[in-house]
């Protein structure tokens, strides 16, 4: 079974420029989540979708951090502008059902590495 | 310990010694907690989970243990292999909400 993808894996970017990674999910997987992950810390929920809504998106920064998921598959999250602190690991993954981590396993891509400086 | 920033608590074994990877949750209301291997470069990985009505479950040279009184989650490695270096991170969940995750242990296995 083929797993999340993401791309691009790393990506160095200057502060105040946009960027945009890409997921797709395990093939008929509903529910897809983006974290967060900064050097040293646990991953942080920024939203998570079920098929192409929005079901939690309380930690998103709105002000420059836009994520979608147009046609319940693949999803992109987008920073514009990126900050200094938006240095991070970018982690996509999904799950079959929206109890996600609970009531099924959720499976993680490798990330992405954003730089920013 | 507690991590800042940059720097992960870490735990150094001899291969082949038993592992004991500590965490400690923060809401008393959680009644679902997971276990996560992370190796560098790569996405978390379930290990094993437990429900807040067992104390104990074992699975494959691991075991996880649950001290609701003290709000304390250990990960029990046995027989640590060299493969089983990697940051382990644990993660509460209160049902309806999303799962929070802790700032991660990071284990090294000595040859």
């Known amino acids: 079974e083929a797993g999340v993808a993401q791309s691009p894996r790393y990506k160095i970017i200057e502060k105040r420029q946009s960027v945009a990674f890409w997921c797709n999910p395990i093939s008929g997987h509903a529910t897809l989540y983006w974290y967060q992950q900064i050097l040293g810390q646990g991953p942080k929920l920024l939203i998570q979708f079920q098929n192409n809504g929005v079901v939690d998106d309380s930690q998103l920064p709105k002000d420059r951090f836009s994520a979608e998921r147009l046609k319940g598959v693949d999803s992109t999250l987008k920073i514009q502008p990126a900050k200094l602190e938006d240095s991070a690991v970018y982690l996509c993954?999904?799950?079959?059902?929206?109890?996600?981590?609970?009531?099924?396993?959720?499976?993680f891509g490798q990330g992405t590495r954003l730089t920013v400086v | 310990g507690e991590s800042v920033g940059l720097h992960l608590p870490t735990l150094s074994v001899q291969e082949g010694d038993n592992s004991i990877i500590n965490c400690a949750y923060s809401?008393?209301?959680?009644?679902?907690f997971i276990w996560y291997k992370q190796e560098s470069g790569k996405g978390p990985q379930f290990i094993i989970d437990?429900?807040?009505?067992?104390d104990k479950r074992q699975g494959q040279r691991v075991t996880v243990l649950l001290n609701k009184t003290v709000k304390h989650l250990s990960l029990q490695i046995a027989a640590t292999q060299p493969g089983d270096s990697a940051v382990y991170f644990c993660a509460e969940n209160n049902y309806g909400q999303n799962f929070v995750f802790g700032p991660g242990t990071r284990l090294s296995v000595l040859p």
């Open positions: 809401n008393s209301a959680s009644d679902y």
């Open positions: 993954a999904s799950s079959a059902h929206p109890g996600g981590f609970r009531d099924t396993e959720a499976f």
């Open positions: 437990i429900r807040s009505n067992m």
